[in-house]
């Protein structure tokens, strides 16, 4: 906040609240970032390699199929000496897992023959304990020290699509180093199987996994984990580098340093597209919608399939035939391969009319049905769950675009994309991406946003603000230019849409002490609340039950009540206040 009377925009905000409600908002750091004075000093522990005795027996485990083995085997040597310091108080370094192992971790962790199709609880262990290794490794090593931007390499940076058929092959020429060499793992889940190999990039992964939050809920369960460690990894990664640059103030190329963090890297490898900006937003809002699985498509083979369950049944005899290649029970699938028997599974619903599925549904896989869910605000977009994390996103690529905007883009297009996406949603999950509460946007960043979409959505004769800043909110600006104005259109979802915003940001300012109990105020927002609602009734046509509005008139009448309820409540303090004044 630059004053006690406005605040502004998102240029302020701190990338230690990427994942942490934020508290205040503080003007801006040569970086745009807020670094608490204690974080001189990294709370991470030195990393040194793996003794060769060691990362052999990890290898071994891994090529014979023992993956918690050899996860169990690196948890315990990275953990080793944790609460041991030095005679100086620091530290002691810490055995680094190999990046070729953290690589193939992070398949093991949502891979789904490990997960959805595990034949074993075995598997399934492999897959947690895959997943702790990677978060263990960020908290003791952070993302510098484990070397995670090199495990983390996507081996299809362009993001050109390919067919199955056309995956990169390892070869020869791609091969390692003599050194490297030692650690790689030969193996399919960590070749042609591996995650960054089948993947296009990151943001085809986000979009992928975003489309199983609306629609596929038990793979969803697992990439939820696997997103969430990710942004904390983008974040830490961020955040490292940034106290590394201000804490040597004799480096010339800090910004060069900040240019190498995952998340820039990642959104580059989206430069070479034609929109690429655009794409990284439509994974971010991937809703399961024919176009959002058409554009990011399942990273595995059948991913969305389980394994046939026979529930005792017993299997007919297969008679033997080596030369059709028929062998019966004597060869097992390979479990880590794609093409392991599976089946799509018929939803639970199938016995239901075609008007209860949801449009968008997939006609395999274990899709989630309209009615076997709690219908809330955050189910379009796949639960809450789903919607805090792309909060987490779109708070990520504003940090990086206020910091960065030559890298990325500036943050005035960033939050036309995002205006773009958020238009266009539900009123309640409208309302809840954009709601104060949120614990993710900053508040400069949700007054910034909430700014530019009232300026998308209100009445021609609403004024623009004439600030210096167009996104600096004040009490002035608040009653010229948003309270007493409707929508540029009769339509009830608009008006409720232009009112949640207007309240959003009554909500910000009240919390942030910007706004005076005033007779200007008071009018100003019972004028908005009075052309909302008469602009509706104008309008001639009716909703689905009959009533003008229905649902949307429902929330535009709540929110006008909540808005004069919260400028009595500023009445109500400020009187106090004078009154206690007078008494003293």
């Not at 690196?74 to 944790?82: E, H, K, Q, V, Y």
């Not at 484990?146 to 081996?155: K, S």
């Not at 009445?459 to 409707?486: F, G, I, R």
């Not at 429902?554 to 400028?567: T, Y």
Request: with cysteine; proline share 6%.
């Amino acid at each position: 906040m630059s004053s006690q009377t406005s605040f502004f925009t998102a240029q302020e905000m701190s990338s230690s609240q990427l994942s942490d409600p934020p508290s205040e908002v503080s003007p801006p750091s040569d970086l745009s970032l807020e670094r608490p004075k204690q974080a001189s000093q990294s709370r991470y522990r030195p990393a040194k390699q793996l003794p060769y005795q060691l990362r052999e027996h990890c290898l071994i485990y891994f090529e014979e199929g023992l993956y918690s083995q050899g996860l169990t085997l690196l948890l315990n040597i990275l953990s080793a000496g944790t609460s041991t310091k030095t005679p100086s108080g620091d530290s002691v370094p810490a055995f680094a897992p190999p990046h070729q192992h953290l690589s193939l971790a992070a398949t093991l962790a949502i891979h789904p023959s490990l997960t959805t199709r595990a034949s074993s609880i075995e598997r399934v262990r492999a897959s947690n304990t895959a997943l702790r290794l990677l978060r263990l490794s960020n908290k003791l090593l952070g993302p510098l020290n484990a070397n995670f931007a090199t495990a983390f390499t996507f081996a299809n940076p362009s993001g050109l699509r390919r067919s199955t058929g056309q995956r990169r092959r390892v070869t020869d020429a791609d091969s390692p180093s003599s050194n490297e060499d030692l650690d790689t793992v030969n193996i399919a889940l960590a070749k042609a199987g591996s995650l960054w190999t089948r993947a296009e990039d990151f943001w085809h992964v986000v979009g992928w996994a975003f489309n199983c939050s609306v629609l596929w809920p038990k793979r969803w369960a697992r990439w939820k984990l696997w997103l969430e460690f990710m942004l904390d990894v983008l974040r830490d990664d961020w955040e490292e580098r940034v106290r590394m640059v201000e804490e040597r103030t004799d480096w010339i190329d800090g910004v060069d340093f900040l240019e190498e963090s995952m998340i820039i890297k990642y959104l580059s490898s989206d430069f070479s597209r034609y929109g690429g900006n655009r794409r990284v937003i439509r994974a971010v809002f991937a809703d399961g919608s024919p176009k959002s699985l058409n554009e990011f498509k399942e990273i595995f083979k059948k991913e969305t399939s389980e394994r046939i369950i026979n529930n005792g049944i017993k299997k007919l005899a297969v008679k033997v035939n080596v030369d059709e290649e028929v062998y019966g029970d004597y060869v097992e699938p390979d479990e880590d391969s794609d093409d392991e028997e599976a089946q799509s599974l018929e939803p639970p619903f199938s016995s239901q009319t075609s008007d209860d599925v949801l449009p968008t549904q997939p006609q395999n896989g274990n899709a989630v049905h309209q009615s076997s869910i709690t219908p809330n605000g955050a189910t379009p977009l796949g639960g809450m769950d789903s919607l805090q994390l792309r909060q987490r996103f779109l708070a990520l690529l504003s940090l990086t675009s206020a910091s960065l905007p030559r890298s990325f883009t500036p943050l005035q297009s960033l939050y036309d994309l995002y205006v773009e996406h958020i238009r266009p949603l539900p009123l309640p999950t409208f309302s809840l991406l954009l709601s104060p509460s949120t614990p993710y946007l900053l508040p400069s960043a949700l007054s910034s946003l909430s700014q530019l979409l009232l300026r998308s959505l209100l009445a021609s004769n609403a004024p623009l603000p004439d600030t210096d800043d167009e996104d600096e909110l004040t009490q002035e600006v608040l009653e010229k230019c948003y309270l007493p104005y409707a929508a540029n259109t009769k339509r009830a979802e608009d008006n409720a849409k232009v009112s949640l915003l207007v309240e959003g940001l009554l909500r910000l300012s009240m919390k942030h002490g910007i706004l005076i109990g005033t007779a200007g105020l008071r009018e100003a927002v019972d004028e908005g609340i009075r052309a909302r609602e008469g602009k509706v009734r104008d309008d001639g046509r009716r909703s689905r039950g009959g009533e003008k509005g229905g649902e949307e008139m429902s929330w535009l009448k709540a929110s006008a009540g909540r808005m004069r309820a919260l400028v009595g409540m500023i009445e109500n303090a400020q009187g106090d206040v004078e009154s206690s004044s007078d008494t003293e």
